[in-house]
């Protein structure tokens, strides 16, 4: 982070490191003394989209909204809006995903904040312009989450902020979190560039683009924010203002967005990117960038370990120094934690079935087979067949690797066992029958890739 600030020229800079949902680190550099890194506010500017898809999908919960509806059903004075010819209906999960067709309007929305409410009206009524209809491809667009906003006040009959206030920030304890900049307490103030050096950017009233970026924030309420997210994917007991299951529906990947960071493959979701790396699995991050402002959080998944960062220079890009540190972080055991976690949701038949298969390596047992065996069994490869090729294989003192067991889901196993012939690679996937049964029943003599499947 030090060296972030020094690269970026960032005059103030404050971070915190989570685990399993707890602040376990926070400090600062720069102007913000390390006994305020926790409590200071920056603004936090794109992060604010997810409290934003947040409350959709709580009105969604609640009954009283669908993604699917056409944004004209919610807002009908937004009828004028210019769709291209022959195109869908421009509906609410579209401005979720960032799939609604407009162009990206970075820097210009960040200059929008304060655009009064009933001027953004005027100026959907009399129509935008689009790339494409909507539906087909992402493209980050800041006026689909000012739209959002609209949607909330719509269906709710409140201010928008209002809403994110007394459905989420009182909720989570977040009481040091508001769109209002004079409410925002000994704030860090945002700097702009200059040729002459950084100047104090000028900040002015909350208005109809703040649901895409108007929240001030600190370390403190934001490791509040993250830990809520972060533990949807948990079995800790499902309390709080969204349901785990909107949760995980807001950190799953709706639309592509394409190559990531090291050959990570990145998404969005709803309000939050998706990036999926090749060998440390799932990251959910969204930044913030705005006049005067950066600012990043990120979490792993498996490991349960997240980062949040904040900074007080334009479009600071703390995404970055957030994303070098996590995977430095999670590099150790990212890997094992992803196969505990698909280990242990095994489904019970599944792990029943991996005991069957090792008994069966050590000696054939037709009846057993016949208990657990799916109809497609003995059709694929002749029973006889099978019979004859693993106890050809000779094994016996068949002991179970526990740390090899590997899954796609809680229907398959893959694992090597050690015999007194060596190891053999065992693979079982069950059905999808009310009493599942096994559908695939294979070995490999050995347990790397190419081995001989049996």
């Known amino acids: 982070m030090a060296r972030a600030a020094q690269e970026h020229g960032i005059p103030a800079l404050a971070y915190g490191l989570l685990l399993a949902g707890e602040v376990v680190y926070a400090s600062s550099v720069g102007d913000v003394p390390p006994d305020r890194a926790s409590t ?12 934003t898809a947040a409350a959709i999908l709580g009105l969604r919960d609640d009954g009283v909204l669908s993604l699917e509806a056409p944004l004209v059903d919610v807002l009908p004075w937004a009828a004028g809006i210019g769709l291209p010819d022959s195109s ?17 309007d970075d820097p210009w929305g960040d200059r929008q904040e304060s655009l009064p409410i ?22 980050y667009a800041n006026i689909s989450y000012a739209l959002l906003g609209r949607v909330v006040a719509e269906v709710t009959g409140q201010d928008y902020r209002e809403v994110v206030r007394e459905r989420l920030l009182e909720p989570l304890g977040m009481g040091a979190s508001t769109f209002d900049v004079a409410a925002a307490a000994g704030r860090i103030p945002g ?24 929240l001030w924030s600190t370390i403190d309420n934001l490791s509040r924010w993250i830990a809520f997210l972060e533990e949807a994917w948990s079995d800790a007991p499902d309390t709080g203002p969204l349901s785990r299951w909107s949760r ?29 790396h090749p060998q440390l699995g799932r990251f959910i991050h969204h930044s913030g960038g705005y006049p005067g402002y950066g600012s990043h959080m990120r979490w792993h998944s498996d490991t349960r370990w997240a980062i949040v960062a904040l900074a007080n220079r334009t ?15 999670v590099a150790d055991e990212a890997v094992e934690s992803a196969r505990q976690r698909s280990v242990d949701r095994l489904w019970p038949q ?8 090792e008994s069966l390596l050590a000696q054939w047992d037709d009846g057993a087979l016949d208990a657990m ?10 029973r006889e067949e099978r019979r004859a090729l693993w106890e050809g294989l000779g094994a016996r003192g068949v002991l179970r690797d526990g740390a090899s067991v590997t899954s796609r889901s809680p229907s398959h196993a893959r694992w090597t066992v050690m015999t007194d012939a060596g190891p053999r690679e065992l693979e079982v996937q069950m059905t999808a029958e009310r009493e599942p049964r096994i559908q695939t029943l294979s070995v490999r003599v050995g347990p790397e890739p190419g081995g001989i499947p049996q």
């Open 248 to 276: 995980r529906e807001m950190q799953r990947a709706h639309v592509t967005v394409g190559p990531d960071l090291e050959g990570a493959f990145g998404s969005y979701g709803m309000g939050l990117h998706v990036t999926e």
């Open 315 to 329: 479009y600071a890009p703390m995404r970055l120094a957030c994303a070098e540190a996590l995977t430095e972080i």
């Open 373 to 382: 065996a799916a109809m497609n069994l003995d059709l694929d490869v002749a």
């Open 350 to 357: 599944t792990e029943k079935a991996m005991t069957l298969a």
């Open 191 to 214: 700097m702009h560039p200059t040729a002459s050096g950084l100047v104090e950017q000028a900040e002015g009233p909350s208005g109809a683009f703040s649901p895409m970026g108007g």
């Open 40 to 51: 200071a506010p920056f603004r936090i500017a794109s992060m604010t989209k997810s409290f």
């Open 88 to 104: 869908p209906p421009l509906r609410i999960a579209h401005l979720l995903t960032m799939t609604a067709g407009f162009p990206t």
């Open 118 to 139: 009933a001027d953004f009206d005027a100026l959907v009524a009399g129509g935008l312009t689009f790339c494409r209809p909507p539906g087909l491809d992402f493209e």
